[in-house]
Structure formats: structure tokens, C-alpha cells
């Protein structure tokens, strides 16, 4: 199964997905948060095969919702109205952690996308699914 991971943020939106086997989650893109999101989104899931969807979920270290949970939850909506497969994952920390392995780039938001998807694909294989 094809997976993908988005990374949202106000700026700019993280891209990873899987290889083919679905086991390594790898750092696609980065795109930026406009009105063409959406669209390129959904192209690249069709170009590449995905079959669903993680997206970070940003809470804060007391599990409540990060200010930017709302417009996370309302792209989510957005996407399953389009018949997308989608899954919330929480995610900590992930921009910091994709810094410190790898230092100042441009694919930061990509390589958190791709720390989401490792930590997702981590559970899903703990707990058989």
C-alpha cells in the first residue's frame, strides 16, 4: 500500500510518501499553503499511486489542539470530499527532529512529513495492521 504524509503548515505543506513496498517514508516536496493546494495534492496522490493519506496532527504537550488544528481538520474535510483516504497521526516535535538530523535545508517541512510517516508506518506494523 502507497502511503503519503502531509506535513501542514501556514506557509508551506510537507510532502513524503512511501516507496513502493510502502516500508520507507521518504521526503517528496514542499509545497506552498495557496488556493492550489488542494490540486496538487490530489495530482500528486493520482501520479503516484497513493492509496491513503496521513496527516500530522498538531497538538500541544497537554493534547489539546495547536491553533492550526482547525484548518488542518478543515483540509482533511476537504480531501475526503474528494473520496481521499485520509488518517490524522499525531505528530510532536517533527520540524525540530527533522533539523537536528539533518541541519538547515529547504526540505524541512518534507522531511518532517517523512518523520509523521515512519512514525505512523511504526504503529501500523506494532500493532499488525
Known sequence: ???????YGKKRV??????ETGRFALPRMILENDKTLLDKVL????DEGIEKIVIGESRNLDNSAN???????????????HGVETVLHPEI????EARRLQGKS???????AALILKSFLDTMYNEGI
Not at 93 to 96: A, E, G, L, M, S
Not at 106 to 112: L, P, Q
Request: aromatic share 6%.
Open 1 to 7: 500500500m502507497r502511503l503519503m504524509a502531509i506535513d
Open 14 to 19: 510537507g510532502i513524503a510518501s512511501t516507496d
Open 43 to 46: 495530482k500528486f496522490k493520482k
Open 67 to 81: 491553533p492550526i488544528q482547525a484548518e488542518i481538520s478543515q483540509f482533511q474535510t476537504e480531501l475526503e470530499k
Open 93 to 96: 516535535f517533527t520540524t525540530v
Open 106 to 112: 529547504k526540505m524541512i517541512d518534507a522531511s518532517a
